[in-house]
């Protein structure tokens, strides 16, 4: 059986994962793509590239038709762009909760990423940059509960806020106050919506509570724990042979 592999960047370093048919047999982890696939064992015969193409319009189903590389989403207004890793992990992510419409809230080290989903559909998304400025910020985790509550009910005090927590020293209110301030701008995606967390155990505390304590269903993804899931809706997209007893 062929051996073919799944090659992309998920934000923070290459990642390259062998298959044969639908299943992982070996991962591989590097500062660049060719130096990911060199530490594969076995060498795959053929390579399938997440984030190549052209980003494809929303609304736009998760799964592509057969080619050689899985491209971002992108959205005209307001202007948005989820990559090809994102869309790996939304693609898992239905394939583990099929029939499942709601909200994914993607957190990467960088961006974090609301994407409303509809019969396995990327309707629309709104993507912050709230990981990036905290770690700028030296905000840490979990958030501050009490800092989330005054910058999801005064966001337009943001500025003032965080000044106030850098200047008393509270990295944990700096990320509450612009937690609370995306949960804001955010709330047409998860007011009534059942949402699935897809972010690291680390940076992910504290999210989930600030959601289930506005009474809002939440469900947490490791995202590594999508990736086979992925892996195996793509293989019986692209007609491996075994796609049919794909890992779920």
């Known amino acids: ?10 934000g923070q370093e290459a990642r390259a994962m062998s298959l044969r048919g639908s299943t992982i047999v070996h991962e591989a982890r590097g500062p660049d793509t060719n130096t990911a696939v060199s530490r594969l064992d076995p060498v795959p015969e053929a390579r399938y590239r997440i984030g190549e193409g052209r980003s494809v319009d929303l609304p736009a189903a998760l799964l592509p038709g ?8 992108s959205q005209t207004s307001p202007p948005d762009l989820l990559d090809g890793w994102v869309r790996l992990l939304l693609i898992g992510l239905v394939r583990q909760r099929p029939d499942w419409d709601g909200v994914a ?20 998304c709104q993507s912050f940059l709230t990981p990036k400025l905290r770690g700028i910020l030296g905000g840490g985790l979990p958030p501050c509960p009490r800092a ?10 943001l500025a003032a806020h965080l000044r106030t927590a850098q200047v008393s020293g509270d990295a944990a209110a700096l990320s509450g106050y612009l937690l609370g301030a995306e949960l804001a701008a955010a709330r047409p995606y998860w007011l009534g919506q ?17 959601l289930e304590a506005m009474g809002v269903q939440v469900v947490s993804f ?27």
């Open 1 to 10: 059986m062929t051996v073919w592999a799944v090659i992309g960047h998920d």
């Open 66 to 73: 057969p080619s050689q590389g899985l491209p971002g989403l």
């Open 105 to 124: 809230w993607i957190i990467g080290r960088d961006l974090s990423h609301w994407v409303q989903i509809s019969a396995a559909e990327a309707v629309s």
């Open 148 to 157: 989330l509550s005054d910058s999801l009910s005064r966001p337009e005090r």
């Open 194 to 210: 059942s949402v699935s967390l897809v972010a690291e155990s680390a940076c992910a505390a504290g999210h989930a509570d600030a």
């Open 222 to 248: 490791e995202p590594d724990s999508l990736l086979p899931s992925a892996c195996a809706a793509l293989a019986q997209s692209l007609g491996h042979a075994d796609a049919g007893r794909g890992a779920h």
